[in-house]
């Protein structure tokens, strides 16, 4: 992945909006929405609070204000209004308005992680889903761990990005409302106050901006060595225990860790630095403005406990959530660079997805494969390379058949392989299957015909069960089928020495099964879909003499009940196949009966191979 300068906050707010289904884009305004409200009620109720003040200090003044006499017309123009009725009514109107206040800030404070929690699942997904919608040759050219972490790192996306967003908008507007509502009662005071808070806290926010990047930076480059060393250490655990390595890869984590450490110090200090300031701030400003209303004004005493108290409430309110601002921008700022590779990973699914599955046509999948498929000179080179991998490759399998592929190492019979199961695209040419061409709309169905069973099986950490029903992920298990494929794999007094039958936990790559195991599991995994063709991508060359012998004729059980196409090293492997494709170069050297084919190979190549 190439490094490239961070997005900018704004930039990167509206990409994620656009890329947003119109339901959580209209869900993402009206959470707006609510917290105007949730910011009018708070306000609201502030002045409640300074209300209730001046009522219980001096009634009488209150009672003959202005305000009052307006309010009173609506309330009771008639009625005589006592002090018990002015304390009791405002305490009531104040508790109404803070209950009130606070159930709709209860719902705000809800629905705002939620949707960002819901914002990262719909990333992920987007991540998940397109790395695995891309080419394979795509995966060739990267790092597993780095894909990994851009799918966990969703969490800046939702937590990084639109949560502060939201938070940010909410202290925002509750911040805006009081300061308007005190210039409304107070405007010099409230002045004073919107200058200093706004200038200490733009200084705090410029000053600290360039720092906080650089940190973060830093931050994301060791989070992903950390990823890397101990991804590196735990797929490769025993590489590293017989070269004795362990203590090399815990010094390099350790390393890491602790300049991660003094990093991450470094950001929370100065996400949490405003607080010191401000709160310093807002209490010399506070003592400042009474100060002043009492040497400096006429105010009566319930119009400075009014003010005071609103002052105080208001300072209460308000420096946490200027305080809260900043941390949301400093947070904002540190998740900025960890979005990066998401947004270009994004780029590249737009871009390379080749096919949608809405726009598939509809084909009955049992009438795909009815009699051939063939290969009409096709040619395949990755994408990085400027030589030819396969050279105009032009073959026949009718169905039914048995075909062997033979050739040395880097001949292209793995390449030619995923090609048939389409890993691959070629590059010139074409694939017919019953005169069909084989293109994005057949592929889906060809490939639900298809069960492969490679020389290195991926075995998960899962029950015998869970693997060989590995496409039945997130669903029910068919245990009769699962047993019915042991059953054809010959794993049937396998399966009976397990402690829990087909239940028995097999572990991570398969640890607690031998090498012919595997295979087997591997090949039950295969026909667990009742594949129509069964591809071997030289199952036995990692097997011992027995095993292998042991595998072939668990291969050869499935001839002329499906169509096999069996790709190997050991020539021993293909004798009993209805023919041969000789591979040399990327070219065909040779399509014949084994007898003929092999004898040629042998001479050519002296060697005794069987």
């Not at 900018?8 to 890329?19: P, R, S």
């Not at 409640?48 to 204000?65: G, K, N, R, T, W």
């Not at 995966?139 to 969703?154: F, G, M, T």
């Not at 290969?375 to 396969?390: M, Q």
Request: aromatic fraction near 10%; proline fraction near 3%.
């Amino acid at each position: 992945m190439t490094k490239q300068k961070s997005a900018g906050y704004f930039y990167l707010l509206k990409w994620m909006l656009n890329q947003l289904p119109n339901r959580k884009y209209h869900l993402f305004w009206l959470l707006f929405i609510c917290m105007l409200v949730s910011a009018l009620l708070e306000t609201f109720a502030l002045g409640a609070i300074a209300f209730f003040a001046s009522a219980i200090s001096d009634p009488e003044i209150v009672m003959e204000s202005k305000y009052f006499n307006v309010i009173k017309q609506y309330i009771s123009p008639k009625q005589a209004i006592t002090y018990q009725h002015l304390i009791i009514g405002s305490g009531v109107l104040l508790i109404v308005l803070v209950v009130f206040k606070n159930m709709v800030k209860g719902v705000v404070t809800y629905l705002i992680p939620r949707f960002s929690v819901g914002i990262e699942a719909f990333f992920g997904q987007m991540l998940l889903g397109g790395f695995l919608n891309l080419p394979y040759e795509w995966h060739l050219s990267k790092n597993s761990a780095d894909l990994i972490n851009s799918v966990q790192w969703r969490y800046y996306l939702g937590r990084g990005i639109i949560l502060p967003t939201l938070k940010l908008a909410n202290d925002f507007l509750m911040v805006s409302v009081m300061l308007i509502s005190l210039l409304v009662v107070q405007p010099l005071v409230s002045l004073g106050v919107f200058f200093t808070l706004g200038s200490v806290a733009s200084f705090i926010y410029f000053n600290q901006r360039n720092r906080l990047d650089k940190l973060a930076t830093k931050s994301k480059d060791h989070s992903l060595l950390i990823n890397k060393e101990t991804t590196m250490a735990i797929q490769g655990v025993k590489d590293v225990k017989i070269a004795k390595m362990e203590n090399a890869f815990i010094r390099n984590f350790v390393k890491n860790e602790h300049s991660f450490a003094k990093i991450h110090a470094l950001q929370q200090f100065f996400i949490g630095f405003p607080v010191f300031v401000l709160e310093t701030v807002g209490f010399i400003m506070l003592a400042v403005s009474i100060w002043a209303m009492m040497f400096f004004s006429n105010a009566s005493t319930a119009e400075i406990t009014g003010t005071i108290t609103l002052l105080a409430v208001t300072g209460w309110r308000a420096l946490p959530a200027v305080n809260q601002i900043l941390s949301s921008l400093t947070g904002i700022r540190v998740a900025l660079p960890f979005i990066q590779n998401q947004i270009e990973y994004i780029h590249q699914i737009e871009k390379g997805i080749i096919f949608n599955k809405s726009n598939i046509k509809s084909i009955q999948q049992e009438n795909v494969f009815c009699n051939r498929f063939s290969f009409n000179n096709v040619s395949f080179k990755y994408h990085e390379s400027e030589i030819n991998i396969l050279h105009d490759i032009s073959f026949e399998v009718k169905k039914g058949k048995t075909v062997g592929i033979i050739g040395s190492s880097g001949a292209g019979k793995s390449t030619l392989v995923d090609i048939i199961t389409g890993i691959h695209t070629p590059l010139d040419g074409e694939i017919c299957v019953d005169g069909n061409h084989l293109d994005h709309n057949l592929l889906p169905h060809w490939l639900g015909l298809i069960g492969y069973v490679p020389q290195s099986p991926y075995i998960f950490d899962g029950s015998m069960a869970e693997n060989i029903a590995f496409g039945d992920r997130g669903g029910e298990i068919d245990r009769e089928r699962v047993l019915e494929c042991c059953e054809m794999a010959s794993m049937t007094d396998f399966i009976k020495d397990l402690p829990s039958g087909i239940d028995t936990p097999i572990g991570e790559r398969g640890v607690k099964i031998s090498g012919g195991q595997k295979q087997r599991v591997a090949i039950a995994r295969a026909l667990y879909n009742h594949p129509e063709i069964m591809i071997f991508d030289e199952a036995t060359s990692s097997l011992d003499t027995k095993s292998e012998k042991a595998i072939q004729k668990t291969i050869y059980s499935f001839k002329g009940k499906q169509t096999l196409i069996i790709i190997a090293h050991r020539l021993s492997t293909v004798v009993d196949c209805d023919y041969l494709i000789w591979l040399e170069k990327g070219h065909i050297k040779m399509i014949g009966p084994p007898k003929d084919v092999l004898d040629e190979y042998k001479e050519k190549n002296n060697s005794l191979v069987n």
